[in-house]
């Protein structure tokens, strides 16, 4: 599911990061480069002037000569000034924490955490739990973010204003936010190295369910040049049966599957996975 919260952060030493490094050298017969990733990526499908949406994992690839940084030029090349990237880079950590579970927060703590939570701020707020692809892609130069204070978008390129100018407090990942935008514009997802849990783009068709449970949410942000604390009600949003939506959507759907590096890609279309899912949920299936 979209959660709110904190997730636990587990120190990670100096030696530690040299081991797992060390260990995802010698897992690759030859290193990841840019060049490489730029061919991988045109052999998978995608093409110059496609409108991506990108959910990915740097830490599949194995090893990166140049880490993120690469990975990101190498998409930017691949799908050249004339393509558009998306990538989602939520800030979930900016959300009411009378709903945060991993871990929760006492009681006492709420109203102190809703007057001092900084205010969502679209160059400097930092993505959580997005990836170092995510956090590298949204300080690139030309890159560009939506203003959403917990379900931010970042894209370059072409259609980048297009699908960034709007995106409602109300309907994060509904038919008017950018995920919207991508669908009009019949753009693809990418999936690199992580599964359809990771697919946003799966929430636009929650939307569809009729009588969808609404919930109560908050957020710091700047609002008429102040800093203020803003409720306002959304769907319940829900992303543990996407992975189960995915694998039904591969048997039957066409996709692109490639081993790069040692991550697992798919590229697919997303009107055709976000209307499968539409039915899905139409035929009536319950969400726990």
Same mark, same amino acid.
């Given at each position: 599911?979209?959660?709110?919260?904190?997730?636990?952060?587990?120190? /990670?030493?100096? &030696?530690?990061? /040299?081991?797992?490094?060390?260990?995802?050298?010698?897992?690759?017969?030859?290193?990841?480069?840019?060049?490489?990733?730029? *061919?991988?990526?045109?052999?998978?499908?995608?093409? %110059?002037?496609?409108?991506?949406?990108?959910? =990915?994992?740097?830490?599949?690839?194995?090893?990166?000569?140049?880490?993120? #940084?690469?990975?990101?030029?190498?998409?930017?090349?691949?799908?050249?000034?004339? &393509?558009?990237? #998306?990538?989602?880079?939520? +800030?979930?950590?900016? =959300?009411?924490?009378?709903?945060?579970?991993?871990?929760?927060?006492?009681?006492?703590?709420?109203?102190?955490?809703?007057?001092?939570?900084?205010?969502?701020?679209?160059?400097?707020?930092?993505?959580?739990?997005?990836?170092?692809?995510?956090?590298?892609?949204?300080?690139?130069?030309?890159?560009?973010?939506?203003?959403?204070?917990?379900?931010?978008?970042?894209?370059?390129?072409?259609?980048?204003?297009?699908?960034?100018?709007?995106?409602?407090?109300?309907? &994060?990942?509904?038919?008017?936010?950018?995920?919207?935008?991508?669908? @009009?514009?019949?753009?693809? /997802?990418?999936?690199?190295?992580?599964?359809?849990?990771?697919? +946003?783009?799966?929430?636009?068709?929650?939307?569809?369910?009729?009588?969808?449970? %609404?919930?109560?949410?908050?957020?710091?942000?700047?609002?008429? &040049? @102040?800093?203020?604390?803003?409720?306002?009600? *959304?769907?319940?949003?829900?992303?543990?049966?996407?992975?189960?939506?995915?694998?039904?959507? *591969?048997? +039957?759907?066409?996709?692109?599957?490639?081993?790069?590096?040692?991550? +697992?890609?798919?590229?697919?279309?997303?009107?055709?996975? #976000?209307?499968?899912?539409? *039915?899905?949920?139409?035929?009536?299936?319950?969400?726990?």
């Amino acid at each position: 599911m979209v959660k709110s919260g904190w997730t636990k952060e587990i120190p /990670i030493s100096k &030696g530690e990061n /040299i081991v797992s490094e060390k260990k995802s050298i010698e897992r690759i017969p030859s290193p990841n480069t840019a060049t490489s990733l730029q *061919e991988d990526f045109r052999k998978l499908g995608i093409e %110059r002037g496609m409108v991506l949406i990108v959910h =990915s994992s740097l830490s599949s690839l194995g090893w990166v000569c140049g880490g993120p #940084v690469a990975v990101v030029d190498a998409l930017m090349k691949t799908v050249g000034e004339e &393509g558009t990237i #998306v990538m989602p880079t939520q +800030t979930s950590g900016n =959300s009411d924490p009378a709903g945060w579970q991993n871990p929760p927060v006492p009681e006492e703590w709420w109203s102190t955490i809703r007057e001092e939570m900084p205010a969502y701020n679209s160059k400097f707020s930092p993505s959580r739990g997005m990836g170092q692809i995510v956090e590298t892609f949204r300080t690139m130069p030309g890159v560009k973010r939506s203003q959403h204070p917990a379900y931010s978008f970042a894209a370059w390129g072409k259609y980048a204003d297009y699908i960034l100018a709007e995106q409602p407090l109300e309907s &994060g990942f509904g038919p008017d936010s950018p995920l919207g935008k991508i669908y @009009q514009l019949d753009g693809s /997802i990418l999936l690199l190295g992580v599964s359809h849990d990771s697919n +946003t783009s799966l929430h636009m068709a929650e939307h569809s369910i009729q009588d969808r449970k %609404r919930v109560a949410k908050g957020a710091a942000l700047i609002e008429d &040049g @102040q800093r203020v604390w803003k409720t306002y009600e *959304e769907i319940e949003y829900d992303a543990d049966i996407f992975e189960n939506i995915g694998k039904q959507f *591969e048997e +039957t759907n066409p996709l692109k599957v490639a081993t790069i590096g040692l991550a +697992t890609c798919k590229l697919m279309k997303q009107r055709q996975i #976000v209307d499968f899912a539409r *039915e899905y949920f139409n035929k009536g299936v319950q969400i726990n």
